[in-house]
Nanobody
Framework: QRQLVQSGGGLVQPGGSLRLSCAAS????????VGWFRQAAPGKDREGVT?????????WYADSVKGRFTISIDKAKNTVYLQMNGLKPEDPAVYYC???????????????????WGQGTQVTVSS
């Protein structure tokens, strides 16, 4: 059974840093892409934050996080990370990792392209 299990998150002051982890298990074959989304509040759209194609290293970042967030992967651990630095008051959300099985345009971040999802983890930025 496929699973994406997230960890990390929590409360941080503005300007602070957090690292989110997303551990994959039960995948019969390698996924094509992995990404991070965030949802600021229930009922709001889930926004694409960053994505990566592990096989060729292609990476995309939303303009709102470029230069502050970094996606990375540890293939030996089947774990993807989202390092978030310089957190701002507009960054709080529930963050989700997701994987896509087939070739997609990773910059589009269409929600329907992503087939497996983590459980979500809350990130709060407050002084």
């Amino acid at each position: 059974q496929r699973q994406l299990v997230q960890s990390g998150g929590g409360l941080v002051q503005p300007g602070g840093s957090l690292r989110l982890s997303c551990a994959a298990s039960g995948f019969a074959k390698d996924y094509y892409a992995v990404g991070w989304f965030r949802q600021a509040a229930p009922g709001k759209d889930r926004e694409g934050v960053t994505s990566m194609v592990p096989s060729d290293g292609s990476i995309w970042y939303a303009d709102s996080v470029k230069g502050r967030f970094t996606i990375s992967i540890d293939k030996a651990k089947n774990t993807v990370y989202l390092q978030m630095n310089g957190l701002k008051p507009e960054d709080p959300a529930v963050y989700y990792c997701a994987t896509a099985d087939t070739l997609i345009r990773i910059s589009a971040m269409y929600r329907d392209d992503w087939t497996s999802w983590g459980q979500g983890t809350q990130v709060t930025v407050s002084s």
